[in-house]
């Protein structure tokens, strides 16, 4: 017997007690409900128009099984999880949150993504390539805000 749907579910034994339809659905909604916490509701005609929909959300764009949701979001986790100083997760969470669009008929066009000004070089920010270098070679220091003017260059490590 099936701990989520129906008793006489005709599938094989999952894992914890579900079937395992429930157990692939499970991950499906856990999926589901990190993006939510990451980038804010899913939209209605989104959350209900795939085959297994159904099986995730209910007709009004709810959760089926999930019930407490802890938002967090991109420029958070930016921050708190990968050490992003603040000015910088903000540019990059302005980048990348139009490429995240839940409704492709919102997401940004490459072309658009390559005009965002977070790509744009401009000698009072960090420019975006350098902090993805630094980030990727392990010297990025959230601790130490650089302001590069245009006569300066960032410190050298030693």
Same mark, same amino acid.
């Given at each position: 017997?099936?701990?989520?749907?129906?008793?006489?579910?005709? /599938?094989?034994?999952?894992?914890?007690?579900?079937?395992?339809?429930?157990?692939?659905?499970?991950?499906?909604?856990?999926?589901?409900? $990190?993006?939510?916490? $990451?980038?804010?509701?899913?939209? $209605?005609?989104?959350?209900?128009?795939?085959?297994?929909?159904?099986?995730?959300? =209910?007709?009004?764009? !709810?959760?089926?099984?999930?019930?407490? $949701?802890?938002?967090?979001?991109?420029?958070?986790?930016?921050? @708190?999880?990968?050490?992003?100083?603040? @000015?910088?997760?903000?540019?990059?969470?302005?980048?990348? =949150?139009?490429?995240? !669009?839940?409704?492709?008929? @919102?997401?940004?066009?490459?072309? !658009?993504?390559?005009?965002?000004?977070?790509?744009?070089?401009?000698?009072?920010?960090?420019? !975006?390539?350098?902090?993805?270098?630094?980030?990727?070679?392990?010297? /990025?220091?959230?601790?130490?805000?650089?302001?590069?003017?245009?006569?300066?260059?960032?410190?050298?490590?030693?």
């Amino acid at each position: 017997m099936c701990v989520r749907c129906t008793p006489s579910a005709p /599938y094989h034994r999952g894992i914890a007690g579900m079937c395992n339809l429930c157990v692939v659905t499970c991950r499906d909604e856990d999926h589901c409900a $990190l993006i939510t916490e $990451l980038l804010g509701d899913i939209p $209605l005609k989104v959350a209900l128009c795939g085959e297994y929909s159904s099986e995730v959300f =209910t007709k009004k764009g !709810a959760f089926r099984h999930i019930k407490d $949701l802890k938002p967090w979001g991109l420029e958070s986790v930016l921050r @708190d999880k990968y050490q992003f100083r603040g @000015d910088d997760a903000t540019s990059f969470a302005s980048f990348l =949150t139009p490429m995240l !669009a839940l409704d492709k008929s @919102d997401r940004a066009s490459a072309a !658009a993504c390559l005009r965002h000004p977070w790509l744009q070089p401009d000698a009072t920010e960090h420019k !975006a390539a350098d902090i993805v270098a630094q980030f990727n070679a392990g010297t /990025y220091r959230p601790e130490e805000r650089f302001t590069a003017s245009p006569t300066s260059s960032p410190p050298e490590d030693a």
